[in-house]
């Protein structure tokens, strides 16, 4: 049974940092990538950032490029998006996705299962 266990999320003042991660389990396959993708109130589900397992391809969406950053642990099966100088407009359920697929997940028909989502909240 395919699983996937995210933690790191909370609340932070505009300008600070948080780390989510992502382990994923219940399957062996030799490409799959995991991905971010947050929800904010009221808004539809996109795609932050994802990361090809194998080899370490990565994708960015344009509102983070330069301020998170996505890395993994390929034994570990686990996704780690660093997140800085995050802003009031970053404020989302984020969600860690896992496609079983060759290629990156950057939008939400390519992902193949979801995890349950954590709460980033920026405030002051």
């Known amino acids: 049974q395919v699983q996937l266990v995210e933690s790191g999320g909370g609340l932070v003042q505009p300008g600070g940092s948080l780390r989510l991660s992502c382990v994923v389990s219940?399957?062996?396959?030799?490409?799959?990538?995991i991905g971010w993708f947050r929800q904010g109130p009221g808004g539809e589900r996109e795609g932050v950032s994802s990361?090809?397992?194998?080899?370490?391809?990565?994708s960015y969406a344009d509102s983070v490029q330069g301020r998170f950053t996505i890395s993994r642990d390929k034994a570990k099966k686990t996704a780690y998006l660093q997140m800085n100088n995050l802003k009031y407009e970053d404020t989302a359920v984020y969600y860690c996705?896992?496609?079983?697929?060759?290629?990156?997940?950057?939008?939400?028909?390519?992902?193949?299962?979801w995890g349950y989502g954590t709460q980033v909240t920026v405030s002051s």
């Open positions: 996705a896992l496609r079983t697929r060759y290629g990156l997940a950057a939008v939400p028909s390519a992902v193949d299962y």
């Open positions: 219940g399957f062996t396959l030799d490409y799959f990538t």
């Open positions: 990361i090809m397992m194998n080899d370490g391809t990565t």
